[in-house]
């Protein structure tokens, strides 16, 4: 157990609508991560959050957000779901501000139909 | 933008050989990370090596940067190294991590 929480596990839902995913760091962590894992698009890194600022940036699409509130914990928030979204979205958190020392959560497996 | 690729695709291993997973980037970078998937999905940060050559355990890792390319090392493997094993490289100025296609790895006992 790496001691980062994700919610929910898994979740269905329909093209158009919006979900947000919930993360929640390692206890004393100031950085957290997201990463999308879909079969066509493999493995990229979205985005980044350190102590409730945006740090890094990846191919996170516009249709995306997300933010990293004051206790920490961090929220992506996905909207105008399409069926290529679909995959598998992991949190991951660190003591630093950098890249070191990433441990991952379990993952919320997004499907939209 | 910048390409990373892996070699080989697949690796197949009976428990205690030894393997080499190459990573290879188009352009310099800022860091290279190596991760491990699990079969069950779990991701694991392995190294974080711009530059030089890091160990733990059974796993060492070597980044030439002049060079691009980055090795990763598996000694004496076992079913549990079994997996995924990613590479990423940290390019732009915004710190887009790039990922490859990764190196799938069985561990036959």
């Known amino acids: 157990d790496s001691g980062v929480t994700q919610t929910p596990k898994h979740l269905i839902t329909a093209t158009g609508q919006r979900v947000t995913l919930r993360c929640s760091p390692r206890?004393?962590?100031?950085?957290v991560y997201w990463y999308q894992q879909s079969l066509d698009q493999g493995l990229q890194f979205l985005i980044q959050?350190?102590?409730?600022?945006?740090?890094a940036k990846g191919n996170i699409l516009e249709r995306f957000s997300a933010q990293q509130f004051p206790d920490l914990h961090s929220e992506l928030n996905l909207s105008s779901l399409e069926l290529g979204d679909s995959a598998l979205y992991f949190c991951?958190?660190?003591?630093?501000?950098?890249?070191?020392?990433?441990?991952f959560g379990p993952g919320t497996r997004l499907t939209v139909t | 933008g910048i390409q990373v690729e892996q070699s080989p695709p697949d690796l197949i291993l009976q428990e205690g050989a030894n393997s080499t997973l190459r990573c290879n980037f188009s352009?310099?970078?800022?860091?290279l990370q190596w991760f491990h998937q699990n079969p069950w999905g779990q991701l694991i940060n392995l190294f974080y090596?711009?530059?030089g050559t890091k160990q733990n355990g059974r796993l060492s890792a070597t980044t030439v940067a002049t060079e691009r390319y980055s090795l990763l090392y598996i000694s004496s493997s076992q079913t549990t190294d079994s997996g995924v094993y990613f590479c990423?490289?940290?390019?732009?100025?915004?710190?887009?991590?790039?990922f490859g296609k990764g190196t799938k790895l069985s561990v036959k006992p």
């Open positions: 991951a958190s660190s003591a630093t501000e950098g890249w070191y020392e990433q441990y």
């Open positions: 206890s004393g962590d100031l950085s």
């Open positions: 959050y350190y102590n409730g600022e945006e740090r």
């Open positions: 352009d310099s970078v800022n860091n």
């Open positions: 090596i711009p530059s």
């Open positions: 990423a490289v940290e390019a732009g100025s915004q710190g887009n991590l790039i």
